[in-house]
């Protein structure tokens, strides 16, 4: 069975699906994208996702499309036509192909291109790796200032994920000014005598959705949360450290540029979290 798509309001195969050589996103990388998980057929926190599209493309100027208010519906229909029962939905507007390359932004009218996919990841849920724990690298965070927007630019982060690869490590934690910002696709956290550290909001990171949802879940269960930059030193010596993404939501890490943290095993805290978040998550999924 092809994979049926979404783009600019049609259900194609994958093989028919196509958008033109002069597209924004393509040509500039002005698009913005959200990742949506699935587990037993159903979207987790779709309105996460679906506010913080709205806030990318409001902060870039970039119009909405019409089929903005038919994301759920077309999530839903990518859903069943795929038979997806644990995987993720890829979502991608960008600001449109106008008829020539030009920095200027597109005359008014210019639709905007909407493609989403689906990614079937039988099992997400249960990944072994969480079981094992992660090992990272510290990387210098050389992004653009506007990490708070979920553009495409993606360049950098790819790039940290191949140096973590031929280090050695599966993922990469960026510090800027001595202090980390977030890994190269999640929001990262140490903890420290029963405190969990993040990086505060701002600019500088990526306003993740699960990160909202763990922190709340976290207060809820007594746990203590400061939300505040912190240096990989401190990191390194840390009792635990995790990250959160849509993808691999609580994610143990047990290795930081070689220091192995704690026991060398997945910590309480983070095990505990992921239990929670899956738990209520899967409840709460639409
Ligand atoms: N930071 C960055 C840079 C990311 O790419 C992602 C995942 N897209 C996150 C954090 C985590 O965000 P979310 O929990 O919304 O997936």
Do not use: C
Not at 20 to 38: C, K, M, N, P, Q
Not at 53 to 68: H, I, K, V
């Amino acid at each position: 069975m092809s994979r049926i798509v979404y783009v600019n309001g049609d259900y194609l195969p994958e093989e028919e699906a196509k958008v033109s050589v002069f597209d924004r996103g393509f040509l500039f990388a002005d698009g913005v994208y959200e990742v949506t998980s699935v587990l037993g057929g159903k979207l987790i926190d779709f309105d996460g996702h679906f506010k913080r599209l709205q806030r990318s493309l409001g902060e870039l100027d970039m119009p909405a499309p019409a089929a903005l208010d038919d994301l759920l519906e077309i999530h839903r229909a990518l859903v069943t036509r795929n038979e997806i029962v644990d995987g993720l939905i890829y979502l991608q507007i960008t600001r449109g192909a106008p008829a020539d390359r030009d920095f200027a932004f597109p005359p008014e009218g210019t639709e905007p291109t909407v493609v989403l996919f689906t990614q079937s990841k039988p099992g997400l849920g249960e990944s072994p790796q969480a079981k094992q724990g992660i090992k990272v690298i510290s990387i210098e965070d050389i992004r653009w200032g506007r990490r708070d927007i979920k553009t495409v630019q993606l360049l950098y982060p790819s790039m940290g994920k191949m140096m973590a690869k031929k280090a050695g490590a599966d993922d990469a934690w960026m510090v800027e000014d001595g202090l980390v910002t977030e890994g190269t696709s999640n929001n990262a956290y140490i903890v420290k005598d029963g405190k969990i550290i993040t990086r505060n909001l701002g600019t500088e990171i990526l306003h993740g959705i699960t990160r909202a949802a763990v922190l709340r879940f976290a207060r809820e269960a007594q746990m203590v949360v400061e939300e505040r930059p912190f240096t990989i030193e401190e990191a390194k010596a840390a009792d635990e450290a995790f990250f959160t993404s849509a993808s691999a939501f609580v994610m143990p890490v047990v290795e930081i540029d070689g220091v192995s943290l704690g026991d060398g095993v997945p910590g309480v805290v983070a095990s505990r979290l992921r239990e929670i978040y899956l738990e209520e998550s899967r409840k709460a999924a639409i």
